[in-house]
C-alpha cells in the first residue's frame, strides 16, 4: 500500500474510534437527558398534588372560621348561587386562611375582653 493509502487507512480508522466515541457519547447524554426529563415530570406532579393539597386545606379553613364567624351561607342566598346546598358551605369572599384566622383572632380577643375573661389557659 502507498504511503497516501496507509494515511488514508489511518485517518479513517482514527475517525470511525472517534465517530464510536461521539456515539457513545450522545447515548450517554440522551441517558441523562432521559432521567432529568422524568425527575422533573415526577417532580411537576408532586407539586401539582402539593398544590392541590394546599388549596383544599386552605378552603377547609376558610369554611370552618367562616361557618364560625357567621358568614352567610351559599344555600341561603339561591338569587346570587343558584343550585347550592349546605354542602357549599358559606360565602368566604376574598379571604384565604391566614387573613380569616386574623379575623377570627380578633374577635376572639374583642369578646375575651369584653367578658373580662383574662388571657387563655396555655396548652401543653
Known amino acids: 500500500m502507498s504511503c497516501v493509502g496507509e494515511q488514508i487507512a489511518r485517518q479513517w480508522v482514527e475517525q470511525q474510534i472517534e465517530i464510536e466515541r461521539l456515539n457513545r457519547r450522545i447515548t450517554e447524554l440522551l441517558v441523562a ?3 432529568e426529563v422524568e425527575r422533573r415530570r415526577t417532580a411537576e406532579v408532586r407539586v401539582t398534588c402539593l398544590t392541590k393539597a ?3 386545606t386552605n378552603e377547609e379553613i376558610c369554611q370552618v372560621l367562616g361557618r ?6 351559599l344555600a341561603d342566598d339561591q338569587r346570587n348561587f343558584p343550585g347550592a346546598t349546605a354542602a357549599d358551605g358559606v360565602c ?7 387573613s380569616i384566622a386574623d379575623e377570627a383572632a380578633r374577635f ?6 369584653a367578658s373580662g375573661v383574662g388571657s387563655v ?3 401543653g
Open 33 to 35: 437527558n432521559n432521567a
Open 54 to 56: 394546599a388549596a383544599k
Open 68 to 73: 364560625a364567624l357567621g358568614y352567610p351561607v
Open 92 to 98: 368566604v369572599g376574598d379571604h384565604v386562611a391566614e
Open 108 to 113: 376572639i380577643q374583642t369578646h375575651r375582653l
Open 121 to 123: 389557659a396555655t396548652h
